[in-house]
C-alpha cells in the first residue's frame, strides 16, 4: 500500500499530540520545581535553630538546581518557544515512520532502517551527527533524514538555527563521505520542515538594516514565505536530494504546501526514484550484506 498524503496528515496530528503531552509534563515540572524552591527559600530565611541540618542541606541543593535549570529546547529540530519546549524527539518518531514506509514496502529489512538507533553518520568538522532516519544496504547509503519543525512565539532566531542546522549537517556529512569513502557515491539527503501556522507566522517580517546590499527575494516575506525559499534553495543548491516542506496549525493533521517545489509529492517522487535508481542495481537483494563500519554499534576502550 503506497505511502499517501493522509498518512502524513495522521503523523503530523500524532506529533501535536505527544508535543501536547510532552508540554503538559514540563509545566507540571516547572509548577513542582517552583513548590521547592518556594520551601527551600522558607527554610534558609528561618531563623529557628532547630531547623534540621539535613531539610537546610537539601534546601540549598534544591534551590540551586532550580536557579540553573532551564526547561531545556529540543535539540532534535523543535524551537517552538514556548513553556512546552522539552528535549526528546519522541514526537517525531510518526513522521520517521511514515517516511521508513517507503523502504519497508520497497522490501529492505528493519536491520537495515533505523529509527531509534544506529542514526549517527559520520562527520567532517565533528565526528558524528545524530540524524532522525537513517536507510543503509551494506557500505550504501541508501538515505539519511532529517526532520525539523519551527513553532510559536518566537520565530526569528529559532528560524535562522534551522537554516545553519540543515546547512551545516547536509555540508558535514557530504564532505566526510567524500574523505572517507572517496570511491562511492554522495550520502542522498532528505530534510522535511513542519512549520506552525498562525498569526505571526504568516506576517510579513521586515529585514534588518544592513551596509551590504540583501537579496530581494526575502524582502517582506513572512516566515512562511522564508521557509519556503529555504527548503527550495536546499533542493536546488543540491545539498539535499528530497526536501518537504508544510505548516500546519498546531493541534491538526491537516497541512498546506507554501511551495509544490517542496510539497509531500514531490519528496515522495524523490523518495521513489532513489528506490528505484538502486532497485535497478540489484538493491535490495535476498542476501543482506554486512553493516557498514558507521552502523556498526561503538566499541570502547
Known sequence: MAVSRQDLEGAISSYWKIKEEQAERARAKK???AAEK????????????????????????????????????DD??????????VRGGKQFDPIADVIARFFREADYPDLCIHTASQLELPGFYRPQKKWDLVVNWGETLVAAFEL??????S???????????????????RRAFAEIYPDSEMPWLGYLFIMQDDEKSQRPVGLAKS?????????????QGRGGIFCERLLQSKLYDGV???????????????????GWDAFSDAISDRISALRKRGIPSLRIPRQAAWSAPAIFD
Open 38 to 73: 518556594k520551601r527551600a527559600a522558607e527554610i534558609l530565611a528561618s531563623r529557628d535553630a532547630a531547623v534540621d541540618a539535613r531539610d537546610l542541606a537539601t534546601a540549598v541543593v534544591i534551590a540551586e538546581a532550580v536557579d540553573s535549570e532551564v526547561v531545556a529546547t
Open 148 to 153: 525539523k519543525a519551527l513553532g510559536g512565539p
Open 211 to 223: 551596509p551590504l546590499l540583501v537579496d530581494e527575494t526575502w524582502r517582506r516575506k513572512s516566515y
Open 244 to 262: 518537504c516542506y508544510v505548516t500546519a496549525p498546531m493541534g491538526t493533521g491537516e497541512f498546506s504546501e507554501p511551495s509544490p517545489e517542496v
Open 31 to 33: 509548577a513542582a520545581k
Open 155 to 173: 520565530y526569528g532566531n529559532n528560524f535562522n538555527n534551522r537554516v545553519e542546522e540543515a546547512v551545516g549537517s547536509a555540508t558535514d556529512v
Open 76 to 85: 532534535d529540530g523543535e524551537d517552538s518557544g514556548t513553556e512546552g519546549s
